[in-house]
Every structure is written in structure tokens, then in C-alpha cells.
């Protein structure tokens, strides 16, 4: 076993492989972890709701309650409107190809928008404030679990909507999502954005769960998300927060304190606050360890070596070990990946863009000017569906090491 001091040596760095270079140890013995036959792909089929509220004109709100219907005349503005059926189903279409690459087709997403109707939704019967009323965290947590319940009830009426079909749920709703923290908040009740599980139902509304089609389908988790993030003249996008979200659907872990709401992994791994790379249009992947725990990806075990050299191919690379492992002991051990943001630095270039000009250009428009190819935005609806590597949105790329300790975990 390799010993607790240890010096990993960059020796060259040709695109998207790196070649690092043990300089202590004995012999090299590789193997890898988790090799299984490959598995069948599993498919996460979506039923995606928009909902609205009463129209209102309370300060303590963003918007009116209704979802933004307008036209938009800035070509480079994130997630413009107008916000109805066909820019969810981009949303939907890009958080598709997201996790085809980083689960390696291991993951299909399938998903249907409702009401059929393309600039109609679900009416509520409250305004948003009554969701939201502000007062403590445990009326904030019941009014977020209302709101679930409300829109799937809304949905349930449709005799469209078969919910038999789908195995996960999400709630669009009109307005902002209380998510991003710009200092003083001038809209205290906006609705928080939320993967609501069984366990937060039992313990909001003391059900297991949100019966529908009669008793015989019983919703018990679901995703509640806003009709955009974009706020106080601050552009964001929705792809990343939803498809964190998507991830907890799917049971991978959070890895930064939600308890003390404190950052863990940064930016360099989905579960944390990379899901704002790229002003939320470039969620970055998952890290080596996620993506080991969801077996989207396989480990090289080094526990022996001596002046050898080992190729770390990019994580989205088709060929070459992407992954290796450094135990340290039973439960601790280090995973060294490569992670490669492109030979375009996107913030570098929002400086250049900014040049003259009295604000920063918009992540949409350095997209299209520095990897115009790279990237798909839809024609209609103006949302980013595509792009050949997420990990753009990373503040470097390289040799990345983590060092895991499972007794935390």
C-alpha cells in the first residue's frame, strides 16, 4: 500500500488527457473497481405540471403570479420568455442529454409537459404568498409540501394526464425561486426550490404520500422548481437546478452541509454550488466519487508503483482509465480524475466582451462567440438544449484529486 506521503508529478497535459507520474513506491498493480457487465439503462419517465397563481401585485413576490408570457427582444438573455409548454420541454430536453453523457447512457430520460395546451397552466386557487408565508421554517416547509399537493391535484383533474405513465414529478410554478442569496431579499415569499421526499410529506402534511387517479397511484416524492432564477437584473439559468434536483430524484447524495446550508465540494461536482457554473446554464458533472457510487463510471486501484506514468483520460473520454484510486486505508482513500473545461476560458472572455460596455455580456452570448459549435440553444424558444462538455462552466480543469474518507460520508 502506498504511503500516507505521496507526490503526484504533471508530466504532460495534450487536450483532454493528462499523464501523471508516481514518484514513491514500490511496484505497479492495477485493477479495476466495479468493472460489472454493463446494465440495462434505467429511465426515468417525467411529468412535468406548470402551474400559476392568483394574480396579485404583492412586493414581497417576484412577478404577478402568472407565468411570463411576453416576447422577448434580446437574442443573448437567459431562459427568455415567453415561459410556456416549449421552453419546459427544452429545459427537459437539455437535462435529457446531460445525463446521457455523464451517466454514459446509463440513464434515459423520457417527459411529457402539462396542460396540452402550449400557453396555458394549471390556475391555483391562492396567491404565492400563501405558500411562502415567511413566518418560521416549519410553515415555509408545510406551504412547499401544499403546494405539491395542490398542483398534482390540479394535474390529476386533467384527463390527460395519466400519472400510471411516470415514476417522477415535477411542479413548475410561475415566478422566481427563493434560491440565490443577492443580500437583502426584497421578496421575501417567493417559493423555494425543493426535492420534496416521503419522509418531508409525513412530516409537513402527515401523509405518505399524494393520492391521485382515484386511489390508485400514490405520488410520495416530487421536485418543485420556479419558471426561472432570473432576478434583480440578474441573469441565471434553469438547467442547473434542475437537473440537481433531477439527481436527488435519483437518490445521489448532497454534498455540502444542508444543515448549515455551507459549501462542500464548490464547483467542481454537481451536488454543490456548481449548479450556478456558467450563470446556471453549465451545471458541472458529477464528481469521480458520485459517479462511482451511481455506476456511471469505473476506478483503476494504483496500490503499488515505481516511477511509472499513468494516463488520465477526461471524464467524458470513450477510451483510457478516467478514474484512479489511491487507498490509504479501508475507508479513506484519494481519486485522482482529469477534469477538462475546454480550451476556451468563458470568463476570460466575458471580460474581453466587456470591454466598453457599461455591464457583462451575458453567458449566453459568450457561448455563441467563444464555442458557437459546442453549443445547441433552440431556435424558438431561446434555451440552451445542448453542449458538448458541462465541466465548460469550471473555473480550471486538470489533474483533480479527492480525497474520500467514508466515515464521514
Excluded at 204 to 212: C, F, N, P, Q, R
Aim: with cysteine; charged share 20%; proline share 6%.
Amino acid at each position: 500500500m502506498l504511503p500516507l506521503s505521496y507526490e503526484l508529478e504533471l508530466r504532460k497535459h495534450v487536450m483532454k488527457s493528462i499523464t501523471v507520474r508516481r514518484l514513491l513506491g514500490l511496484l505497479l498493480f492495477t485493477f479495476p473497481l466495479f468493472a460489472a457487465p454493463p446494465q440495462a439503462a434505467e429511465t426515468l419517465n417525467i411529468l412535468a405540471i406548470r402551474v400559476q397563481f392568483q394574480q396579485d401585485t404583492d412586493e414581497t413576490t417576484t412577478g404577478d403570479g402568472l407565468f411570463d408570457l411576453s416576447t422577448s427582444t434580446d437574442q443573448f438573455q437567459i431562459d427568455p420568455p415567453p415561459h410556456n409548454k416549449a421552453y419546459f420541454e427544452d429545459h427537459l430536453l437539455f437535462a435529457k442529454n446531460y445525463f446521457e453523457k455523464v451517466s454514459r447512457g446509463q440513464l434515459v430520460i423520457n417527459s411529457d409537459v402539462f396542460p396540452a395546451d402550449p400557453n396555458t397552466a394549471y390556475q391555483l386557487a391562492s396567491d404565492m404568498k400563501s405558500y411562502n408565508p415567511n413566518t418560521s421554517p416549519e410553515a415555509v416547509n408545510e406551504g412547499i409540501a401544499r403546494l405539491l399537493r395542490d398542483a398534482l391535484a390540479l394535474a390529476d383533474a386533467d384527463p390527460d394526464v395519466n400519472f400510471s405513465n411516470y415514476n417522477t414529478f415535477i411542479v413548475f410554478h410561475a415566478g422566481v425561486g427563493k434560491d440565490v442569496d443577492l443580500g437583502f431579499d426584497s421578496t421575501p415569499q417567493d417559493i423555494p426550490s425543493l426535492f420534496i421526499t416521503q419522509e418531508f410529506l409525513r412530516r409537513t402534511l402527515g401523509v405518505d404520500g399524494i393520492s391521485v387517479e382515484n386511489g390508485t397511484v400514490n405520488v410520495t416524492n416530487g421536485i418543485l422548481l420556479p419558471e426561472t432564477e432570473s432576478q434583480e437584473g440578474i441573469q441565471l439559468g434553469l438547467n442547473g437546478i434542475l437537473v440537481s434536483n433531477i439527481a436527488s430524484q435519483l437518490c445521489v447524495l448532497d454534498l455540502y452541509s444542508t444543515e448549515e446550508r455551507s459549501s462542500g465540494i464548490g464547483r467542481f461536482g454537481l451536488m454543490d454550488a456548481c449548479l450556478y457554473n456558467g450563470d446556471g446554464l453549465l451545471p458541472a458533472l458529477p464528481s469521480a466519487w458520485t459517479r462511482l457510487e451511481a455506476g456511471w463510471d469505473t476506478v483503476t486501484d494504483i496500490t503499488q508503483s515505481l516511477e511509472d506514468e499513468f494516463t488520465v483520460s477526461s471524464t467524458l473520454s470513450n477510451t483510457g482509465n478516467r478514474i484512479y484510486r489511491i487507498p490509504i486505508n479501508e475507508r479513506e482513500y484519494f481519486l485522482v480524475e482529469n477534469r477538462y473545461a475546454g480550451n476556451v476560458n468563458l470568463d476570460s472572455l466575458q471580460i474581453v466582451l466587456a470591454e466598453g460596455r457599461s455591464e457583462f455580456p451575458s453567458m449566453k452570448e459568450i457561448l455563441l462567440t467563444g464555442v458557437p459549435n459546442d453549443v445547441t440553444f433552440s431556435p424558438t424558444t431561446g434555451v440552451l438544449t445542448d453542449i458538448d462538455n458541462p465541466d465548460r462552466g469550471l473555473p480550471g480543469g486538470g489533474v483533480l484529486i479527492w480525497h474520500i474518507d467514508e466515515n464521514i460520508i
